[in-house]
């Protein structure tokens, strides 16, 4: 219970209040027309002008009832609770019902703390109205009512709201990541592509001048995708800029990474139903086979060949990429394979890599059809 107690008391303030906008402004306008027009009508009001005035003047208190909720309680209860002093009794309108819009932005909006002061005054008004006569027990015990159900909706609606903002959070984290991975394999693709034919410009400078050009046009093509890839993402990750993000590639855009003018040579083939599968995969197919790909170009000693598979059924797509270079230095892949077990993982699928029986390296992986792991 202490614990509890203590929880309540350091419940700091949600981080952004909004302050008055005109659907306030006309709150408290309607509010002070239905005061006028109350008192016009009723007779059996004791001071119907002072009660008018004391409830036009409590209206403004609508209009900062998020952003100095302890305040404006201690205003709106207090006000009510001295009334009788100048009225001779109890005001009596019913458009003072517009008060329980203070409790409940105290436990909407307020911190901690503010809600203890805040409930304290609420209930110091309904105990001295009641030891005053102005009050009978059972019309204290229908307010004490009325106001557990506006704090308990205050309270809901402000634990909904922090709910709600763990799970935008959570999706940003998550979204992120995904941008962090497809950063890294769509980089790291660029830049082996771009070193492998740095390498074959250097080899070929002097025998092969033309060579040596087709090369240099290759990494300035190379990089100039890399500088966009990265702006887009960039874009992405930044809050004050738009992102303008084109659809990420999917299986479709696989025969991208065939390759047959270098070594080690991509060869992409296609098999079974690649329809109607959910972008989320088709996408994690893409980026899985890519990271392959530039792992063997990377790792991969003398590698002539890769050779990526995608065959989809009923409930899975299969992926398998393999190449036939050197087996024993295949497998340094770094932070690559993590994120293409990471990535799989996330969608509920598996991805495995390891070398082949006699020559080369495959990563192998399953992913749900429908995406169900997300």
Known sequence: MFEVARSVWAEPRPASAPGPGWRDWALAGIVAVAAIVETALRTDL?????????????APVLLWRRVRPLLMVAIGFGVCALAPLLTGDELDLNTLVFVLFLPYALYRWG???????????????????????GLTLGEAAGGLFLLSATVALGAAMRYRARARLRELEGAKLLERE????????????????????????LATMGSSPDAAADALRVIEAEASRTLA??????????RDQPAELAPSPGIAELTRLADHGDLPAVEVHLAGDLGDIPPAI????????QESITNARRHA??????????????TSV?????????????????YGLVGMIERADLLGGTCAAGPNPGRGWTVTAVLPRTGSGT
């Open 46 to 58: 004791p001071a119907p002008v002072l009660s008018a005035a004391v409830t036009v003047g409590l």
């Open 318 to 334: 299969h992926l398998r990429v393999s190449d036939d270079g050197d087996t024993a230095t295949a497998g340094a892949a770094g």
């Open 229 to 238: 890839e990265m702006r887009t993402m960039v874009r992405a990750l930044r």
């Open 111 to 133: 911190s901690g703390r503010e809600a203890v002061f805040g409930s304290a005054i609420i209930l110091g008004h309904l105990v001295l109205s009641t030891a005053t006569g």
């Open 301 to 314: 000693r003398h590698a002539t060949r890769v050779e990526v598979h995608v065959l989809a059924d009923d």
């Open 282 to 289: 088709g996408a994690a197919v893409y980026r899985l086979a």
């Open 178 to 201: 995904r941008l962090a991975r497809d950063l890294h394999d769509t980089v790291a693709h660029h830049v082996s592509a771009m070193a492998i034919r740095a390498q074959a410009g």
